[in-house]
């Protein structure tokens, strides 16, 4: 019985560390650098998600929306 639960138990430990951690600021700025933005001046999270105020890799201000678990940019919008 005693295996059966550890059997068990493991999936359950990776799931909530895979989809419940949420990523640090630091860490999505160190995300958006690396894929190219630059001036990143706000990060906010809301609802499950960061908004960032950046500039683009053509310098434009831009707003983008980034997943808070996995970094992955759900949205860049060109902010005039």
Same mark, same amino acid.
């Given at each position: 019985? !005693? !295996? *059966?639960?550890?059997?068990?138990?493991?999936?359950?430990?990776?799931?909530?560390?895979?989809?419940?951690?949420? @990523? =640090?600021?630091? &860490?999505?700025?160190?995300? @958006? &650098? =690396?894929?190219?933005?630059? #001036?990143?001046?706000?990060? +906010? @999270? *809301?609802?499950? /998600?960061? +908004?960032? +105020?950046?500039? =683009?890799q053509q310098g434009q #201000?831009?707003?983008? *929306?980034? #997943?808070?678990?996995?970094?992955?940019?759900? /949205?860049? +919008?060109? !902010? *005039?």
């Amino acid at each position: 019985a !005693d !295996d *059966d639960r550890n059997v068990q138990a493991a999936p359950q430990t990776h799931q909530t560390a895979a989809t419940g951690k949420r @990523l =640090s600021t630091g &860490e999505i700025i160190a995300k @958006l &650098e =690396s894929a190219g933005y630059t #001036h990143i001046t706000e990060v +906010e @999270l *809301d609802d499950g /998600r960061y +908004e960032v +105020e950046a500039r =683009s890799q053509q310098g434009q #201000h831009v707003e983008i *929306d980034v #997943h808070a678990r996995t970094g992955k940019v759900l /949205r860049t +919008e060109i !902010d *005039d």
